[in-house]
């Protein structure tokens, strides 16, 4: 539940069955800051110290011994205080009945003061949170050292709509990918969510419809050999794709009669902004002019553009069908235009909406990460 029951608060309690369920949790999750064993609270100082005073010492006692190094630091929230402010707070927390030595690099256990004040006008963020203080011990915090790993800065393979790297493995936390699991993109373009999913273990297939961004690539960097989305899973090491599949979402090729194969269905559909949606078949204009000679041979499967809430549509209809397992989920990264209500992705007796989160792209354009859990075979 939010901190103070505001819906909004960045901070949660979450009860979970162990410290090393934490640390799981913070080795995986990139929105997750750190994981705190909370042993007081207050919206004043006083109220914070009666806390921490209340709280049982047998709690403390396993981590205040005087074998444990330890260090307290002070983070905060919506505003900024000096360094000299902070130390003044960290000794006003002499009462506490540590024994260990303080140790500044690499101590055993971490201590966190969190100050939360958005109250002023000038204010870092745009949250209304009441002042609040908060003291207890770090059990985990994120590793977001994957993000660095993966950027796009050094990526071989990129194309202009190619997925930053934290919202490709947020998709993949979203749709709980794990090792072993079959895992389809069904708008792969240069595969970023593709290479995401391979870091957590998953057998990974993309289809696109354009086979030039699928089979071909591009020249890679200074003229060098040609890098396409294999190119990417050498350079990290990943296993390749099991399968990249030319083809249109919106009359797809596969057999009907396939079976919850998939456990993960990850997909950036097309935005119109930079790449619009496209289907198979000449384009109008094209269509209809007769060639005298015959036809010669085509080089790439014909595309025309398609209207992006189509191709948005057809993300859903698609993986909707029975090659989705029961238990599975699915995420996709849908543009709409603000500040106009969320996308019209409803529930169905076989889809559970989890979630619609909105990232703001632009005054005009944000994205929402939509997930289902498919709970029923269809
Ligand atoms: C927003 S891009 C996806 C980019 C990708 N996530 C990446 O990291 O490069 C959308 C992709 O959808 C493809 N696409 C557009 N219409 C399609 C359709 N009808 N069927 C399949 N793919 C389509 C485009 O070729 C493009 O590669």
Redesign the pocket.
């Known amino acids: 539940m939010p901190a103070g029951d505001l819906e909004h608060s960045p901070f949660w309690y979450v009860t979970l069955p162990s410290e090393e369920a934490a640390r799981s949790i913070g080795q995986r999750a990139l929105l997750t800051k750190m994981l705190i064993e909370v042993w007081g609270e207050g919206s004043t100082w006083e109220e914070l110290e009666a806390a921490l005073r209340a709280y049982p010492e047998a709690a403390m006692a396993p981590w205040t011994g005087p074998d444990q190094s330890f260090k307290v630091v002070v983070d905060t929230f919506g505003s900024k205080l000096s360094m000299d402010q902070q130390l003044d707070m960290i000794e006003k927390l002499e009462f506490l009945p540590f024994k260990g030595k303080v140790k500044l690099r690499s101590p055993d256990l971490q201590f966190v003061l969190l100050v939360v004040d958005c109250e002023d006008n000038d204010s870092l963020v745009d949250v209304a949170l009441p002042r609040r203080y908060y003291f207890g011990r770090q059990v985990a915090a994120a590793d977001r050292s994957v993000l660095e790993s993966y950027s796009l800065k050094r990526r071989l393979y990129l ?1 202009p ?3 930053d790297a934290e919202i490709a493995f947020i998709m993949c936390n979203q749709a709980k990918v794990r090792r072993g699991q079959l895992m389809l993109d ?8 593709l290479v995401a999913a391979a870091h957590y273990g998953a057998k990974v297939m993309g ?4 086979i030039k ?1 699928l089979r071909e690539g591009k020249p890679g960097p200074g003229g060098t050999d040609r890098v396409c989305i294999g190119s990417n899973f050498t350079q990290y090491g990943l296993p390749q794709p099991v399968g990249l599949i030319r ?4 009359k797809h090729p596969l057999r009907p009669d396939l079976q919850e194969v998939l456990h993960a269905i990850i997909g ?4 119109g902004v930079r ?1 619009g ?3 198979s078949g000449a384009k109008p204009e094209l269509a209809d002019k007769r060639n005298p000679s015959p036809t010669p041979p085509r080089t790439y499967p014909p595309r025309s553009p ?1 209207r992006l809430v189509s ?1 948005c549509a ?1 993300c859903w209809t698609y993986p909707r069908g029975c090659w989705w397992w029961a238990g599975g989920w699915s995420t996709s990264c849908l543009p709409r235009p603000r500040p106009t209500a969320r996308p019209r992705c409803r529930a169905t007796p076989a889809l559970r909406l989890v979630a619609n989160s909105e990232q703001i792209l632009t005054m005009r354009y944000s994205r929402r990460l939509v997930t289902m859990e498919k709970v029923v075979p269809l």
């Open positions: 194309g709509t190619s997925m069904p708008y792969a373009g240069t595969g970023s969510i289809t696109d419809i354009d961004v083809l249109d979402t919106h950036d559909p097309p935005y790449a949606g496209k289907k398609t191709a057809t």
